[in-house]
Nanobody, 124 residues
Framework: QLQLVESGGGLVQPGGSLRLSCAAS????????IGWFRQAPGKEREGVSCISSSGSITKYADSVKGRFTISRDNAKKMVYLQMDSLKPEDTAVYYC?????????????????WGKGTLVTVSS
């Protein structure tokens, strides 16, 4: 069964860290780029980061550059988002999504399948 399942969200204080995981099943992760997106309350969903199928290309939104790091382990069928120096404005539901082929995209309409999300709350 085709699935993308996010985990690792939770409550963290400003300045803290979290690592989100995206577990893929039912398809060969090697053939897909993965994007991380987030949606804050009352706001539109936005692209945070992406990683190409081989892991050779990564991109980040300006708002998270230098604080977030995306990585993948195709053998384990996992993609990760390490989030450091978290800010209250990072509070959102975080989603991973896939698109087949090469490249690295952070536009949500480029994605063809989505996970259900994991909530990250940054608050003291």
């Amino acid at each position: 069964q085709l699935q993308l399942v996010e985990s690792g969200g939770g409550l963290v204080q400003p300045g803290g860290s979290l690592r989100l995981s995206c577990a893929a099943s039912g398809f060969s992760l090697d053939n897909y780029m993965i994007g991380w997106f987030r949606q804050a309350p009352g706001k539109e969903r936005e692209g945070v980061s992406c990683i190409s199928s081989s892991g050779s290309i990564t991109k980040y939104a300006d708002s998270v550059k230098g604080r977030f790091t995306i990585s993948r382990d195709n053998a384990k069928k996992m993609v990760y988002l390490q989030m450091d120096s978290l800010k209250p404005e990072d509070t959102a539901v975080y989603y991973c999504a896939r698109r087949s082929g090469s490249g690295c995209y952070t536009r949500q309409y480029d994605m063809t399948y989505w996970g259900k999300g994991t909530l990250v709350t940054v608050s003291s």
